[in-house]
C-alpha cells in the first residue's frame, strides 16, 4: 500500500502483519494479568504498549488486505470513501497507533513516573508527524529512534540481569531496530521491504520464545 | 554483598513470612524478618492491605495482626512467572 513492495511479496506481507499484531495482543493481555495479580504499574503500561503496537498492526493488515482486493472496483470514486483517501486514514492510523506503542515503551524504560514527560514525549511525537511533509520519512525515522533507545535500554537490563529472557528481549528489540530502519530504506528499495519484514518476523518469534520461558518458569 | 531487592521480592519476602506464621504475625515480626525499615514497613503494608494482599486483625489486647487473602495466596504461587516476566522487560 506505502511502500515499493515486489510483487511477489504481496499477500505475505499481510499474514507477517497479522501475525505480528496477534503475537503482541497476546503479550499485552499477559501484562494485563501479571498487572492483576501483582499490581505493577510497569506491566500495566506494558500491556497498553502491545495493545498499541498490536492495533496498528492488525490496521496495517486490514488496509493492506483491502487495497489488495481491487477497491476501485467497490469503492466510490471521487468522495470520502475513495481509495485515495482511506489510504492516507489507514497510513495515519497506523502510524499514530503505533508510534503512541513505542512512546509508552519509551517511558517504561525511562523509569521516570511523571505524567510531564510522557505527555511530551507524546506531544513532540504527534506534532512531528502531523506537520511533517514526508510523513512516511518522519514516521521512520522516530521508529528508529525510540526503538534504538528501547533496544539500548533492554541491552543495559541484560547485562545487569543476565538470564537468557532479558536476553531475548534484548536482541528482539534490537532486531526491531533493523528492521525499522530498513523500513526506512524501503520508501524507495523494494528488497529493503522485505527485509525489514523478515527482521521483524525474527524479533516476534524471540519475543514469543521469552513468553514461552515466562510460562515455564524456565531459566 | 546482597543484590538490593526490588519492589516484587520484598512483597514476596513480606508474604511468605506472613504464610509461614499463620493468622499471627505482628507487623514488628513481618519488620525484622523482612528486614525493612520501619518507614518501609508502614508503606508496604499499606500498599498490601489496599491491594488486598492481606487483612488487618486487632485482638481484644488491641494488637494487630496479619494474614494472606486469597489474592496474596495466588501472588506467592504466580512468584516465579511474575518475577520473569517483569525481570525480562525490566519493569522493576
Known amino acids: 500500500m506505502f511502500y515499493m513492495s515486489p510483487s511477489w511479496f504481496y499477500g505475505f506481507d499481510i499474514a507477517f502483519e497479522l501475525v505480528f499484531g496477534v503475537i503482541s495482543l497476546v503479550i499485552a493481555l499477559f501484562a494485563f494479568k501479571i498487572y492483576r495479580k501483582s499490581f505493577q504499574i510497569s506491566a500495566r503500561l506494558l500491556g497498553f504498549s502491545f495493545v498499541f503496537i498490536s492495533l496498528a498492526f492488525l490496521v496495517l ?39 503512541i506503542g513505542f512512546v509508552i515503551l519509551c517511558y517504561i524504560v525511562l523509569k521516570r513516573r511523571s505524567i510531564t514527560i510522557f505527555l511530551l514525549l507524546l506531544g513532540i511525537t504527534l506534532f512531528a508527524i502531523i506537520f511533517s511533509k514526508n510523513v512516511l520519512l518522519t514516521y521512520h525515522l522516530l521508529s528508529s529512534i525510540f526503538l534504538a533507545f528501547i533496544s539500548w535500554c533492554y541491552i543495559r537490563n541484560f547485562l545487569a540481569n543476565k538470564q537468557t529472557k532479558t536476553c531475548l528481549i534484548a536482541l528482539a528489540f534490537t532486531l526491531l531496530f533493523f528492521g525499522s530502519f530498513h523500513f526506512f530504506l524501503a520508501v524507495n528499495h523494494a528488497l529493503f521491504y522485505v527485509m525489514g519484514h523478515f527482521f521483524e518476523l525474527f524479533a516476534y518469534i524471540l519475543i514469543l520464545m521469552n513468553f514461552y520461558l515466562v510460562l515455564k518458569n524456565d531459566e | 554483598m546482597m543484590n538490593k531487592r526490588d519492589r516484587i521480592e520484598i512483597i514476596n519476602d513480606m508474604l511468605n513470612i506472613i504464610e509461614s506464621k499463620g493468622d499471627k504475625i505482628k507487623p514488628t515480626q513481618i519488620m525484622y524478618k523482612a528486614n ?34 486469597e489474592k496474596g495466596f495466588n501472588f506467592l504461587r504466580d512468584y516465579k512467572m511474575i518475577k520473569s516476566f517483569v525481570d525480562s522487560y525490566g519493569l522493576n
Open chain 1, 61 to 99: 493488515s486490514f488496509f493492506n488486505l483491502l487495497f489488495s482486493l481491487k477497491p476501485e472496483s467497490y469503492l466510490c470514486q471521487s468522495s470520502w470513501c475513495s481509495v485515495a483517501v482511506l489510504s492516507v486514514i489507514g497510513l495515519y492510523t497506523h502510524i499514530i497507533l503505533l508510534l
Open chain 2, 36 to 69: 525493612l525499615s520501619h518507614e518501609m514497613l508502614n508503606v508496604y503494608m499499606k500498599e498490601l492491605l489496599t491491594k488486598g494482599f492481606i487483612t488487618e486483625r486487632i485482638d481484644k489486647q488491641k494488637r494487630r495482626t496479619y494474614s494472606l487473602t
